[in-house]
């Protein structure tokens, strides 16, 4: 097994998870390199242990699989940040309609 | 008068009532939501969950080795945390636009359901480190995405 670089691993995870949300990354960015550095560590701890024979395959492959999941829960979470952001955007232009046509007709249609 | 029957401007005000319409049309829904709303009964309850498990690892870990930390001797705190979460899991269900919310939920509990696969292999204090990571990076990110849910209130870190 070859050591896992750290850095690396949290930023391909970063990468990745970047290339998906786009335009709303750079807001939730923070939140998610410091849940990726944490699991990556964790992922780093398991590997040590697996290395150093006090782990056994079987509680290895569990362990690895609640690191997984907990990384789906982070990017989940990523996914409904930018759904709030998409969704504060589109109201704040419906907000622009509504006031353009109320201040054109004037009074408050909408 | 002339100008009425001109098909230019005749085109020009056709044109300006669409817009119009279209305006008033998207605009008559004055807001739209993709996602649920904040529930408080998630929130503290994902709250009081992540207690429970913080509780049940530090004992665990202080009571490496012994029968205290067997699994025999925590049955109950599971069958409890199942319970708790399956309670959260059809409040979360039960939300309209809360899919993102619920699959994090029953992530959640895979996670509960392979820390008792760990603990009936027998609990080692190595695996309290991954196991609170594990627990703690989950229950932050349900929180993070509710508390996002208020919308427009600054969220703490």
């Known amino acids: 097994m070859t050591d896992i670089d750290l850095s690396d691993l949290v930023a391909n995870m970063l990468s990745a998870a970047g290339d998906s949300l786009k335009d709303k990354w750079p807001e939730s960015k923070d939140y998610a390199e410091s849940e990726f550095k944490k699991i990556g560590e964790t992922i780093i701890f398991i590997s040590q242990e697996v290395l150093a024979g006090r782990m056994s395959e079987e509680k290895t492959k569990l362990h690895l699989e609640m690191q997984k999941n907990s990384s789906k829960m982070v990017l989940l979470t990523l996914e409904g940040l930018g759904l709030l952001a998409v969704e504060a955007a589109i109201n704040a232009a419906l907000k622009v309609v509504s006031d353009t046509v109320n201040s054109a007709i004037g009074f408050a249609l909408l | ?157």
């Open chain 2, 1 to 157: 008068m002339k100008v009425k029957s001109n098909p230019f401007y005749a085109a020009h005000r056709l044109a300006f009532c669409a817009i119009i319409s279209v305006l008033i049309f998207s605009a008559g829904c004055t807001s739209i939501k993709l996602i649920a709303d904040y529930d408080e009964v998630i929130d503290s309850s994902v709250t009081e969950f992540q207690k429970n498990m913080e509780t049940h690892l530090i004992k665990l870990e202080r009571n490496i080795g012994t029968d205290d930390a067997s699994h025999e001797n925590n049955i109950d705190f599971y069958d409890e945390a199942r319970v708790e979460l399956s309670s959260i899991r059809v409040r979360a269900a039960a939300i309209l636009k809360n899919e993102l919310t619920l699959t994090q939920i029953e992530l959640l509990i895979q996670n509960l359901e392979n820390l008792e696969k760990i603990h009936e292999l027998g609990i080692a204090a190595n695996d309290i480190p991954p196991l609170r990571n594990a627990f703690n990076t989950g229950t932050t990110a349900i929180l993070k995405l509710e508390l996002a849910k208020k919308r427009g209130i600054e969220v703490e870190e």
